[in-house]
């Protein structure tokens, strides 16, 4: 990503940068393929090729976003992109916001556990691929206590900020 964003704001090679931002999800694929190699070939199961599948549901649900926020992050640091305005923090907006944040924390858990399961029967079942599945306890904690947050929001979602008043220095009237 960095090799992206550095070339495409610092060299001005706008085109060539956005190529290899481009590819930065195909990496993750290539890692989960390479993981998944590794176990047909005979490798030993850890706990630790799971994460390739848990890496790829997140990417899956988080990745573009993620890109536009670094994008916009250098190109207002290195290419004076202008910045831009800050999404409704309250009401309704707010409440929604959380809510589709939540269902793409659902769509990640999905994406990761199909993966995992699907890692666990290629290398041959639950004999074999046991501790793959062991990813699907800490996916599963993340999922839940993510849905706090927006509980909480929906519950008490905030208030629109007091109109700026110059007799009161901003606080209202």
Known sequence: M?????ARYIKGWKRLGGGVLLCVPLLD????AATVISLRDGAEVT????LSAAYLGFTVAFGHDTLRWADEKFGRRFGGVPERPR????GRARVLREWRSWLRFLLAYGVSCALLVGMTW?????ERGALLLAWLNPLTKILIYSLIWPVIV???P??????ESPLTGGRGA
């Open 154 to 156: 929906t519950i008490r």
């Open 2 to 6: 960095a090799a992206g964003l550095s």
């Open 47 to 50: 706990i630790w090729h799971g």
């Open 158 to 163: 905030g208030q629109a900020p007091a109109e």
């Open 29 to 32: 694929i290539v890692l989960l």
């Open 87 to 90: 999404p409704v923090l309250y």
């Open 122 to 126: 290629f290398v041959g079942g639950t």
